[in-house]
C-alpha cells in the first residue's frame, strides 16, 4: 500500500503555519496568552527573535508554531541566567 504524500501546496502550508498570540495559546495550553506575551516582550534579550518565530504586521503579533518549538527545543541545553 503507498504511503501518502503530501502536495507541495499542503507541504507549504504546513511550513508556514502562523497563529496569533490567542490561538497559539487555545492550541498549546501550555502556554498562556501572559506567557507568551512576555516571551515575545523579552523576545530580544531571550533569542526568540533571532529565531524567526515572531512576525509583527503592524499591532498584529503572528507566533511561526514550527519556529517557536524549534526554539523551545534549543532551550534545553541552555542554563537559567540570573
Known amino acids: ?3 501518502m504524500q ?3 501546496a499542503e507541504a507549504m502550508q504546513a511550513a508556514w503555519f502562523y497563529s496569533t498570540v490567542q490561538q ?3 492550541r ?3 502556554f498562556s496568552v501572559g506567557s507568551l506575551r ?3 516582550f523579552n523576545a530580544s534579550s ?3 527573535a533571532e529565531s524567526g518565530a515572531i512576525v509583527r504586521i503592524g499591532r498584529k503579533i503572528l507566533l511561526s508554531e514550527t519556529r517557536f518549538f524549534d526554539w523551545i527545543e ?3 541545553g ?3 541566567v540570573r
Do not use: C, D, V, Y
Open 24 to 26: 497559539f495559546s487555545e
Open 74 to 76: 534549543a532551550q534545553r
Open 1 to 3: 500500500m503507498p504511503t
Open 28 to 30: 498549546h495550553p501550555a
Open 46 to 48: 531571550n533569542g526568540l
Open 6 to 8: 503530501p502536495t507541495p
Open 78 to 80: 541552555l542554563k537559567a
Open 38 to 40: 512576555s516571551l515575545i
